[in-house]
C-alpha cells in the first residue's frame, strides 16, 4: 500500500469520525431543546394578572368597546410572567396596538417576592397610581397602572408565606 493511499484513507476516516462526532452533538442539542421547550410550556403558569380597568372608547349607552384604536376591552385579564414587557411591538408579553403606546413601552419584573414596574424610556410614559414613574418601582395587588391611555390593575394570587406558589390560597 502507498504512502499516498494510507494518507487518504487515514483522512477519509477522520472525516468520518468527525462527522459521527458532529451528528451526536447535533442530536444531544436537539434532544435538550425539545425537553427544555416542554419544561418552558409546562412553566408556563400565570403568576398573577393585568386587568385592564378604563380605556377604549365608549358607546353611546356609556359601554366601552373593544378594540378601539387597538385597546382591548375593559376587564380583560392578561397573564403575567417572571418578566413581562408591555408595549406594541410583537415581541412583547402583553401587546397594545395604539399610537400613544411605545413598541418596548414598560417591563415587570418579579424579584425574590416583589413586583417591580419599569418605564423602557416610553414616549408618553408609564403611570403608577396617577404618578409619572421616573425609576424602577415596587408595585402592589390593586396598584394601576397607566399606559397610552389604558389603565390596568395588577391582581395577584394570595401566597403562602413560604414564597410564590403561585395558588391562590383563598
Do not use: C, K
Not at 425537553?35 to 418552558?40: C, D, E, G
Not at 359601554?63 to 392578561?78: I, N, Q, S, Y
Request: no cysteine; proline share 4%; aromatic share 8%.
Amino acid at each position: 500500500m502507498s504512502a499516498a493511499l494510507f494518507l487518504f484513507l487515514l483522512r477519509l476516516a477522520s472525516a468520518l469520525v468527525l462527522l459521527a462526532f458532529m451528528g451526536s452533538l447535533a442530536w444531544f442539542i436537539y434532544r435538550d431543546m425539545r425537553q427544555t421547550s416542554r419544561v418552558l410550556v409546562s412553566g408556563r403558569r400565570a403568576y398573577g394578572y393585568l386587568q385592564v380597568i378604563a380605556g377604549g372608547v365608549a358607546d353611546p349607552a356609556g359601554e366601552e368597546l373593544a378594540g378601539a384604536d387597538g385597546l382591548p376591552a375593559v376587564a380583560t385579564r392578561f397573564p403575567l410572567l417572571p418578566v413581562t414587557s408591555i408595549g406594541r411591538a410583537a415581541s412583547n408579553s402583553i401587546v397594545l396596538n395604539n399610537s400613544y403606546i411605545s413598541n418596548e413601552h414598560a417591563l415587570l419584573t418579579l424579584r425574590g417576592q416583589q413586583w417591580w414596574l419599569q418605564d423602557l424610556n416610553s414616549r408618553n410614559g408609564t403611570l403608577l397610581n396617577g404618578i409619572l414613574l421616573t425609576e424602577a418601582t415596587v408595585v402592589s395587588p390593586g396598584d394601576v397602572i397607566a399606559v397610552g391611555g389604558l389603565q390596568l390593575r395588577l391582581e395577584l394570587p394570595h401566597m403562602d408565606p413560604a414564597g410564590l406558589d403561585g395558588e391562590e390560597n383563598g
